[in-house]
């Protein structure tokens, strides 16, 4: 909310409390709220220090996607600050962290960098893969949401067959009152 008083408030009452446990991915977590917080700040070094402080904690969990996302976080640093070499060596660990990291981010990635580097060729090539990666994940994604569509669709249509065939029991049982009323 803007409110980086009370942040940092909050950060300081939290981490005693998280150093008295052996909980090292809430202390990657809080590296790395923390590292965002600086890099806000306009604080770059002491961001970098943070997240590489909490690389090793997260890796330590085997939390894959966490690390990775770390190295992310630092390649993206890297590459606000224009150092091209730096946010390589980030973006090569995040593809080597072991989790399996998204198309469309992969190919983002070294369209950024191959753009920071001002390798267009490369970088329209990784654009293009981006591009594509993007829109297969929208068709799969707008496949899925057909496919949900249809089964409630499917559902509901089989629920108001369920709801004739009770109307038709009740009528055809009071059809058979009637008539045996009337036949007695």
């Not at 409390?17 to 590292?35: C, H, K, T, Y």
């Not at 490369?122 to 569509?149: N, T």
């Not at 089989?158 to 009071?174: P, S």
Request: hydrophobic content about 40%.
């Amino acid at each position: 909310a803007g409110r980086d008083d009370r942040f940092l408030e909050y950060l300081e009452r939290t981490a005693p409390v998280l150093n008295g446990f052996d909980l090292p991915i809430s202390r990657a977590q809080m590296g790395e709220m923390f590292a965002c917080f600086l890099e806000t700040q306009g604080d770059p070094r002491s961001a970098e220090k943070m997240f590489r402080l909490a690389i090793p904690l997260a890796k330590g969990t085997g939390n894959l996607d966490f690390t990775q996302h770390l190295y992310a976080q630092l390649f993206w640093l890297y590459l606000g600050q224009g150092n091209a070499d730096q946010a390589k060596v980030a973006l090569d660990a995040m593809e080597t962290t072991g989790s399996k990291i998204a198309e469309e981010d992969f190919y983002e990635g070294h369209y950024q960098l191959e753009k920071l580097r001002g390798d267009r060729e490369h970088a329209f090539h990784y654009l293009e893969k981006a591009y594509q990666a993007l829109g297969k994940q929208y068709a799969k994604r707008s496949d899925e949401q057909f496919a949900s569509w249809e089964t409630r669709l499917r559902t509901r249509e089989k629920e108001m067959e369920l709801e004739e065939q009770k109307r038709q029991q009740w009528v055809y049982f009071a059809v058979m009152v009637l008539l045996a009323t009337l036949f007695s």
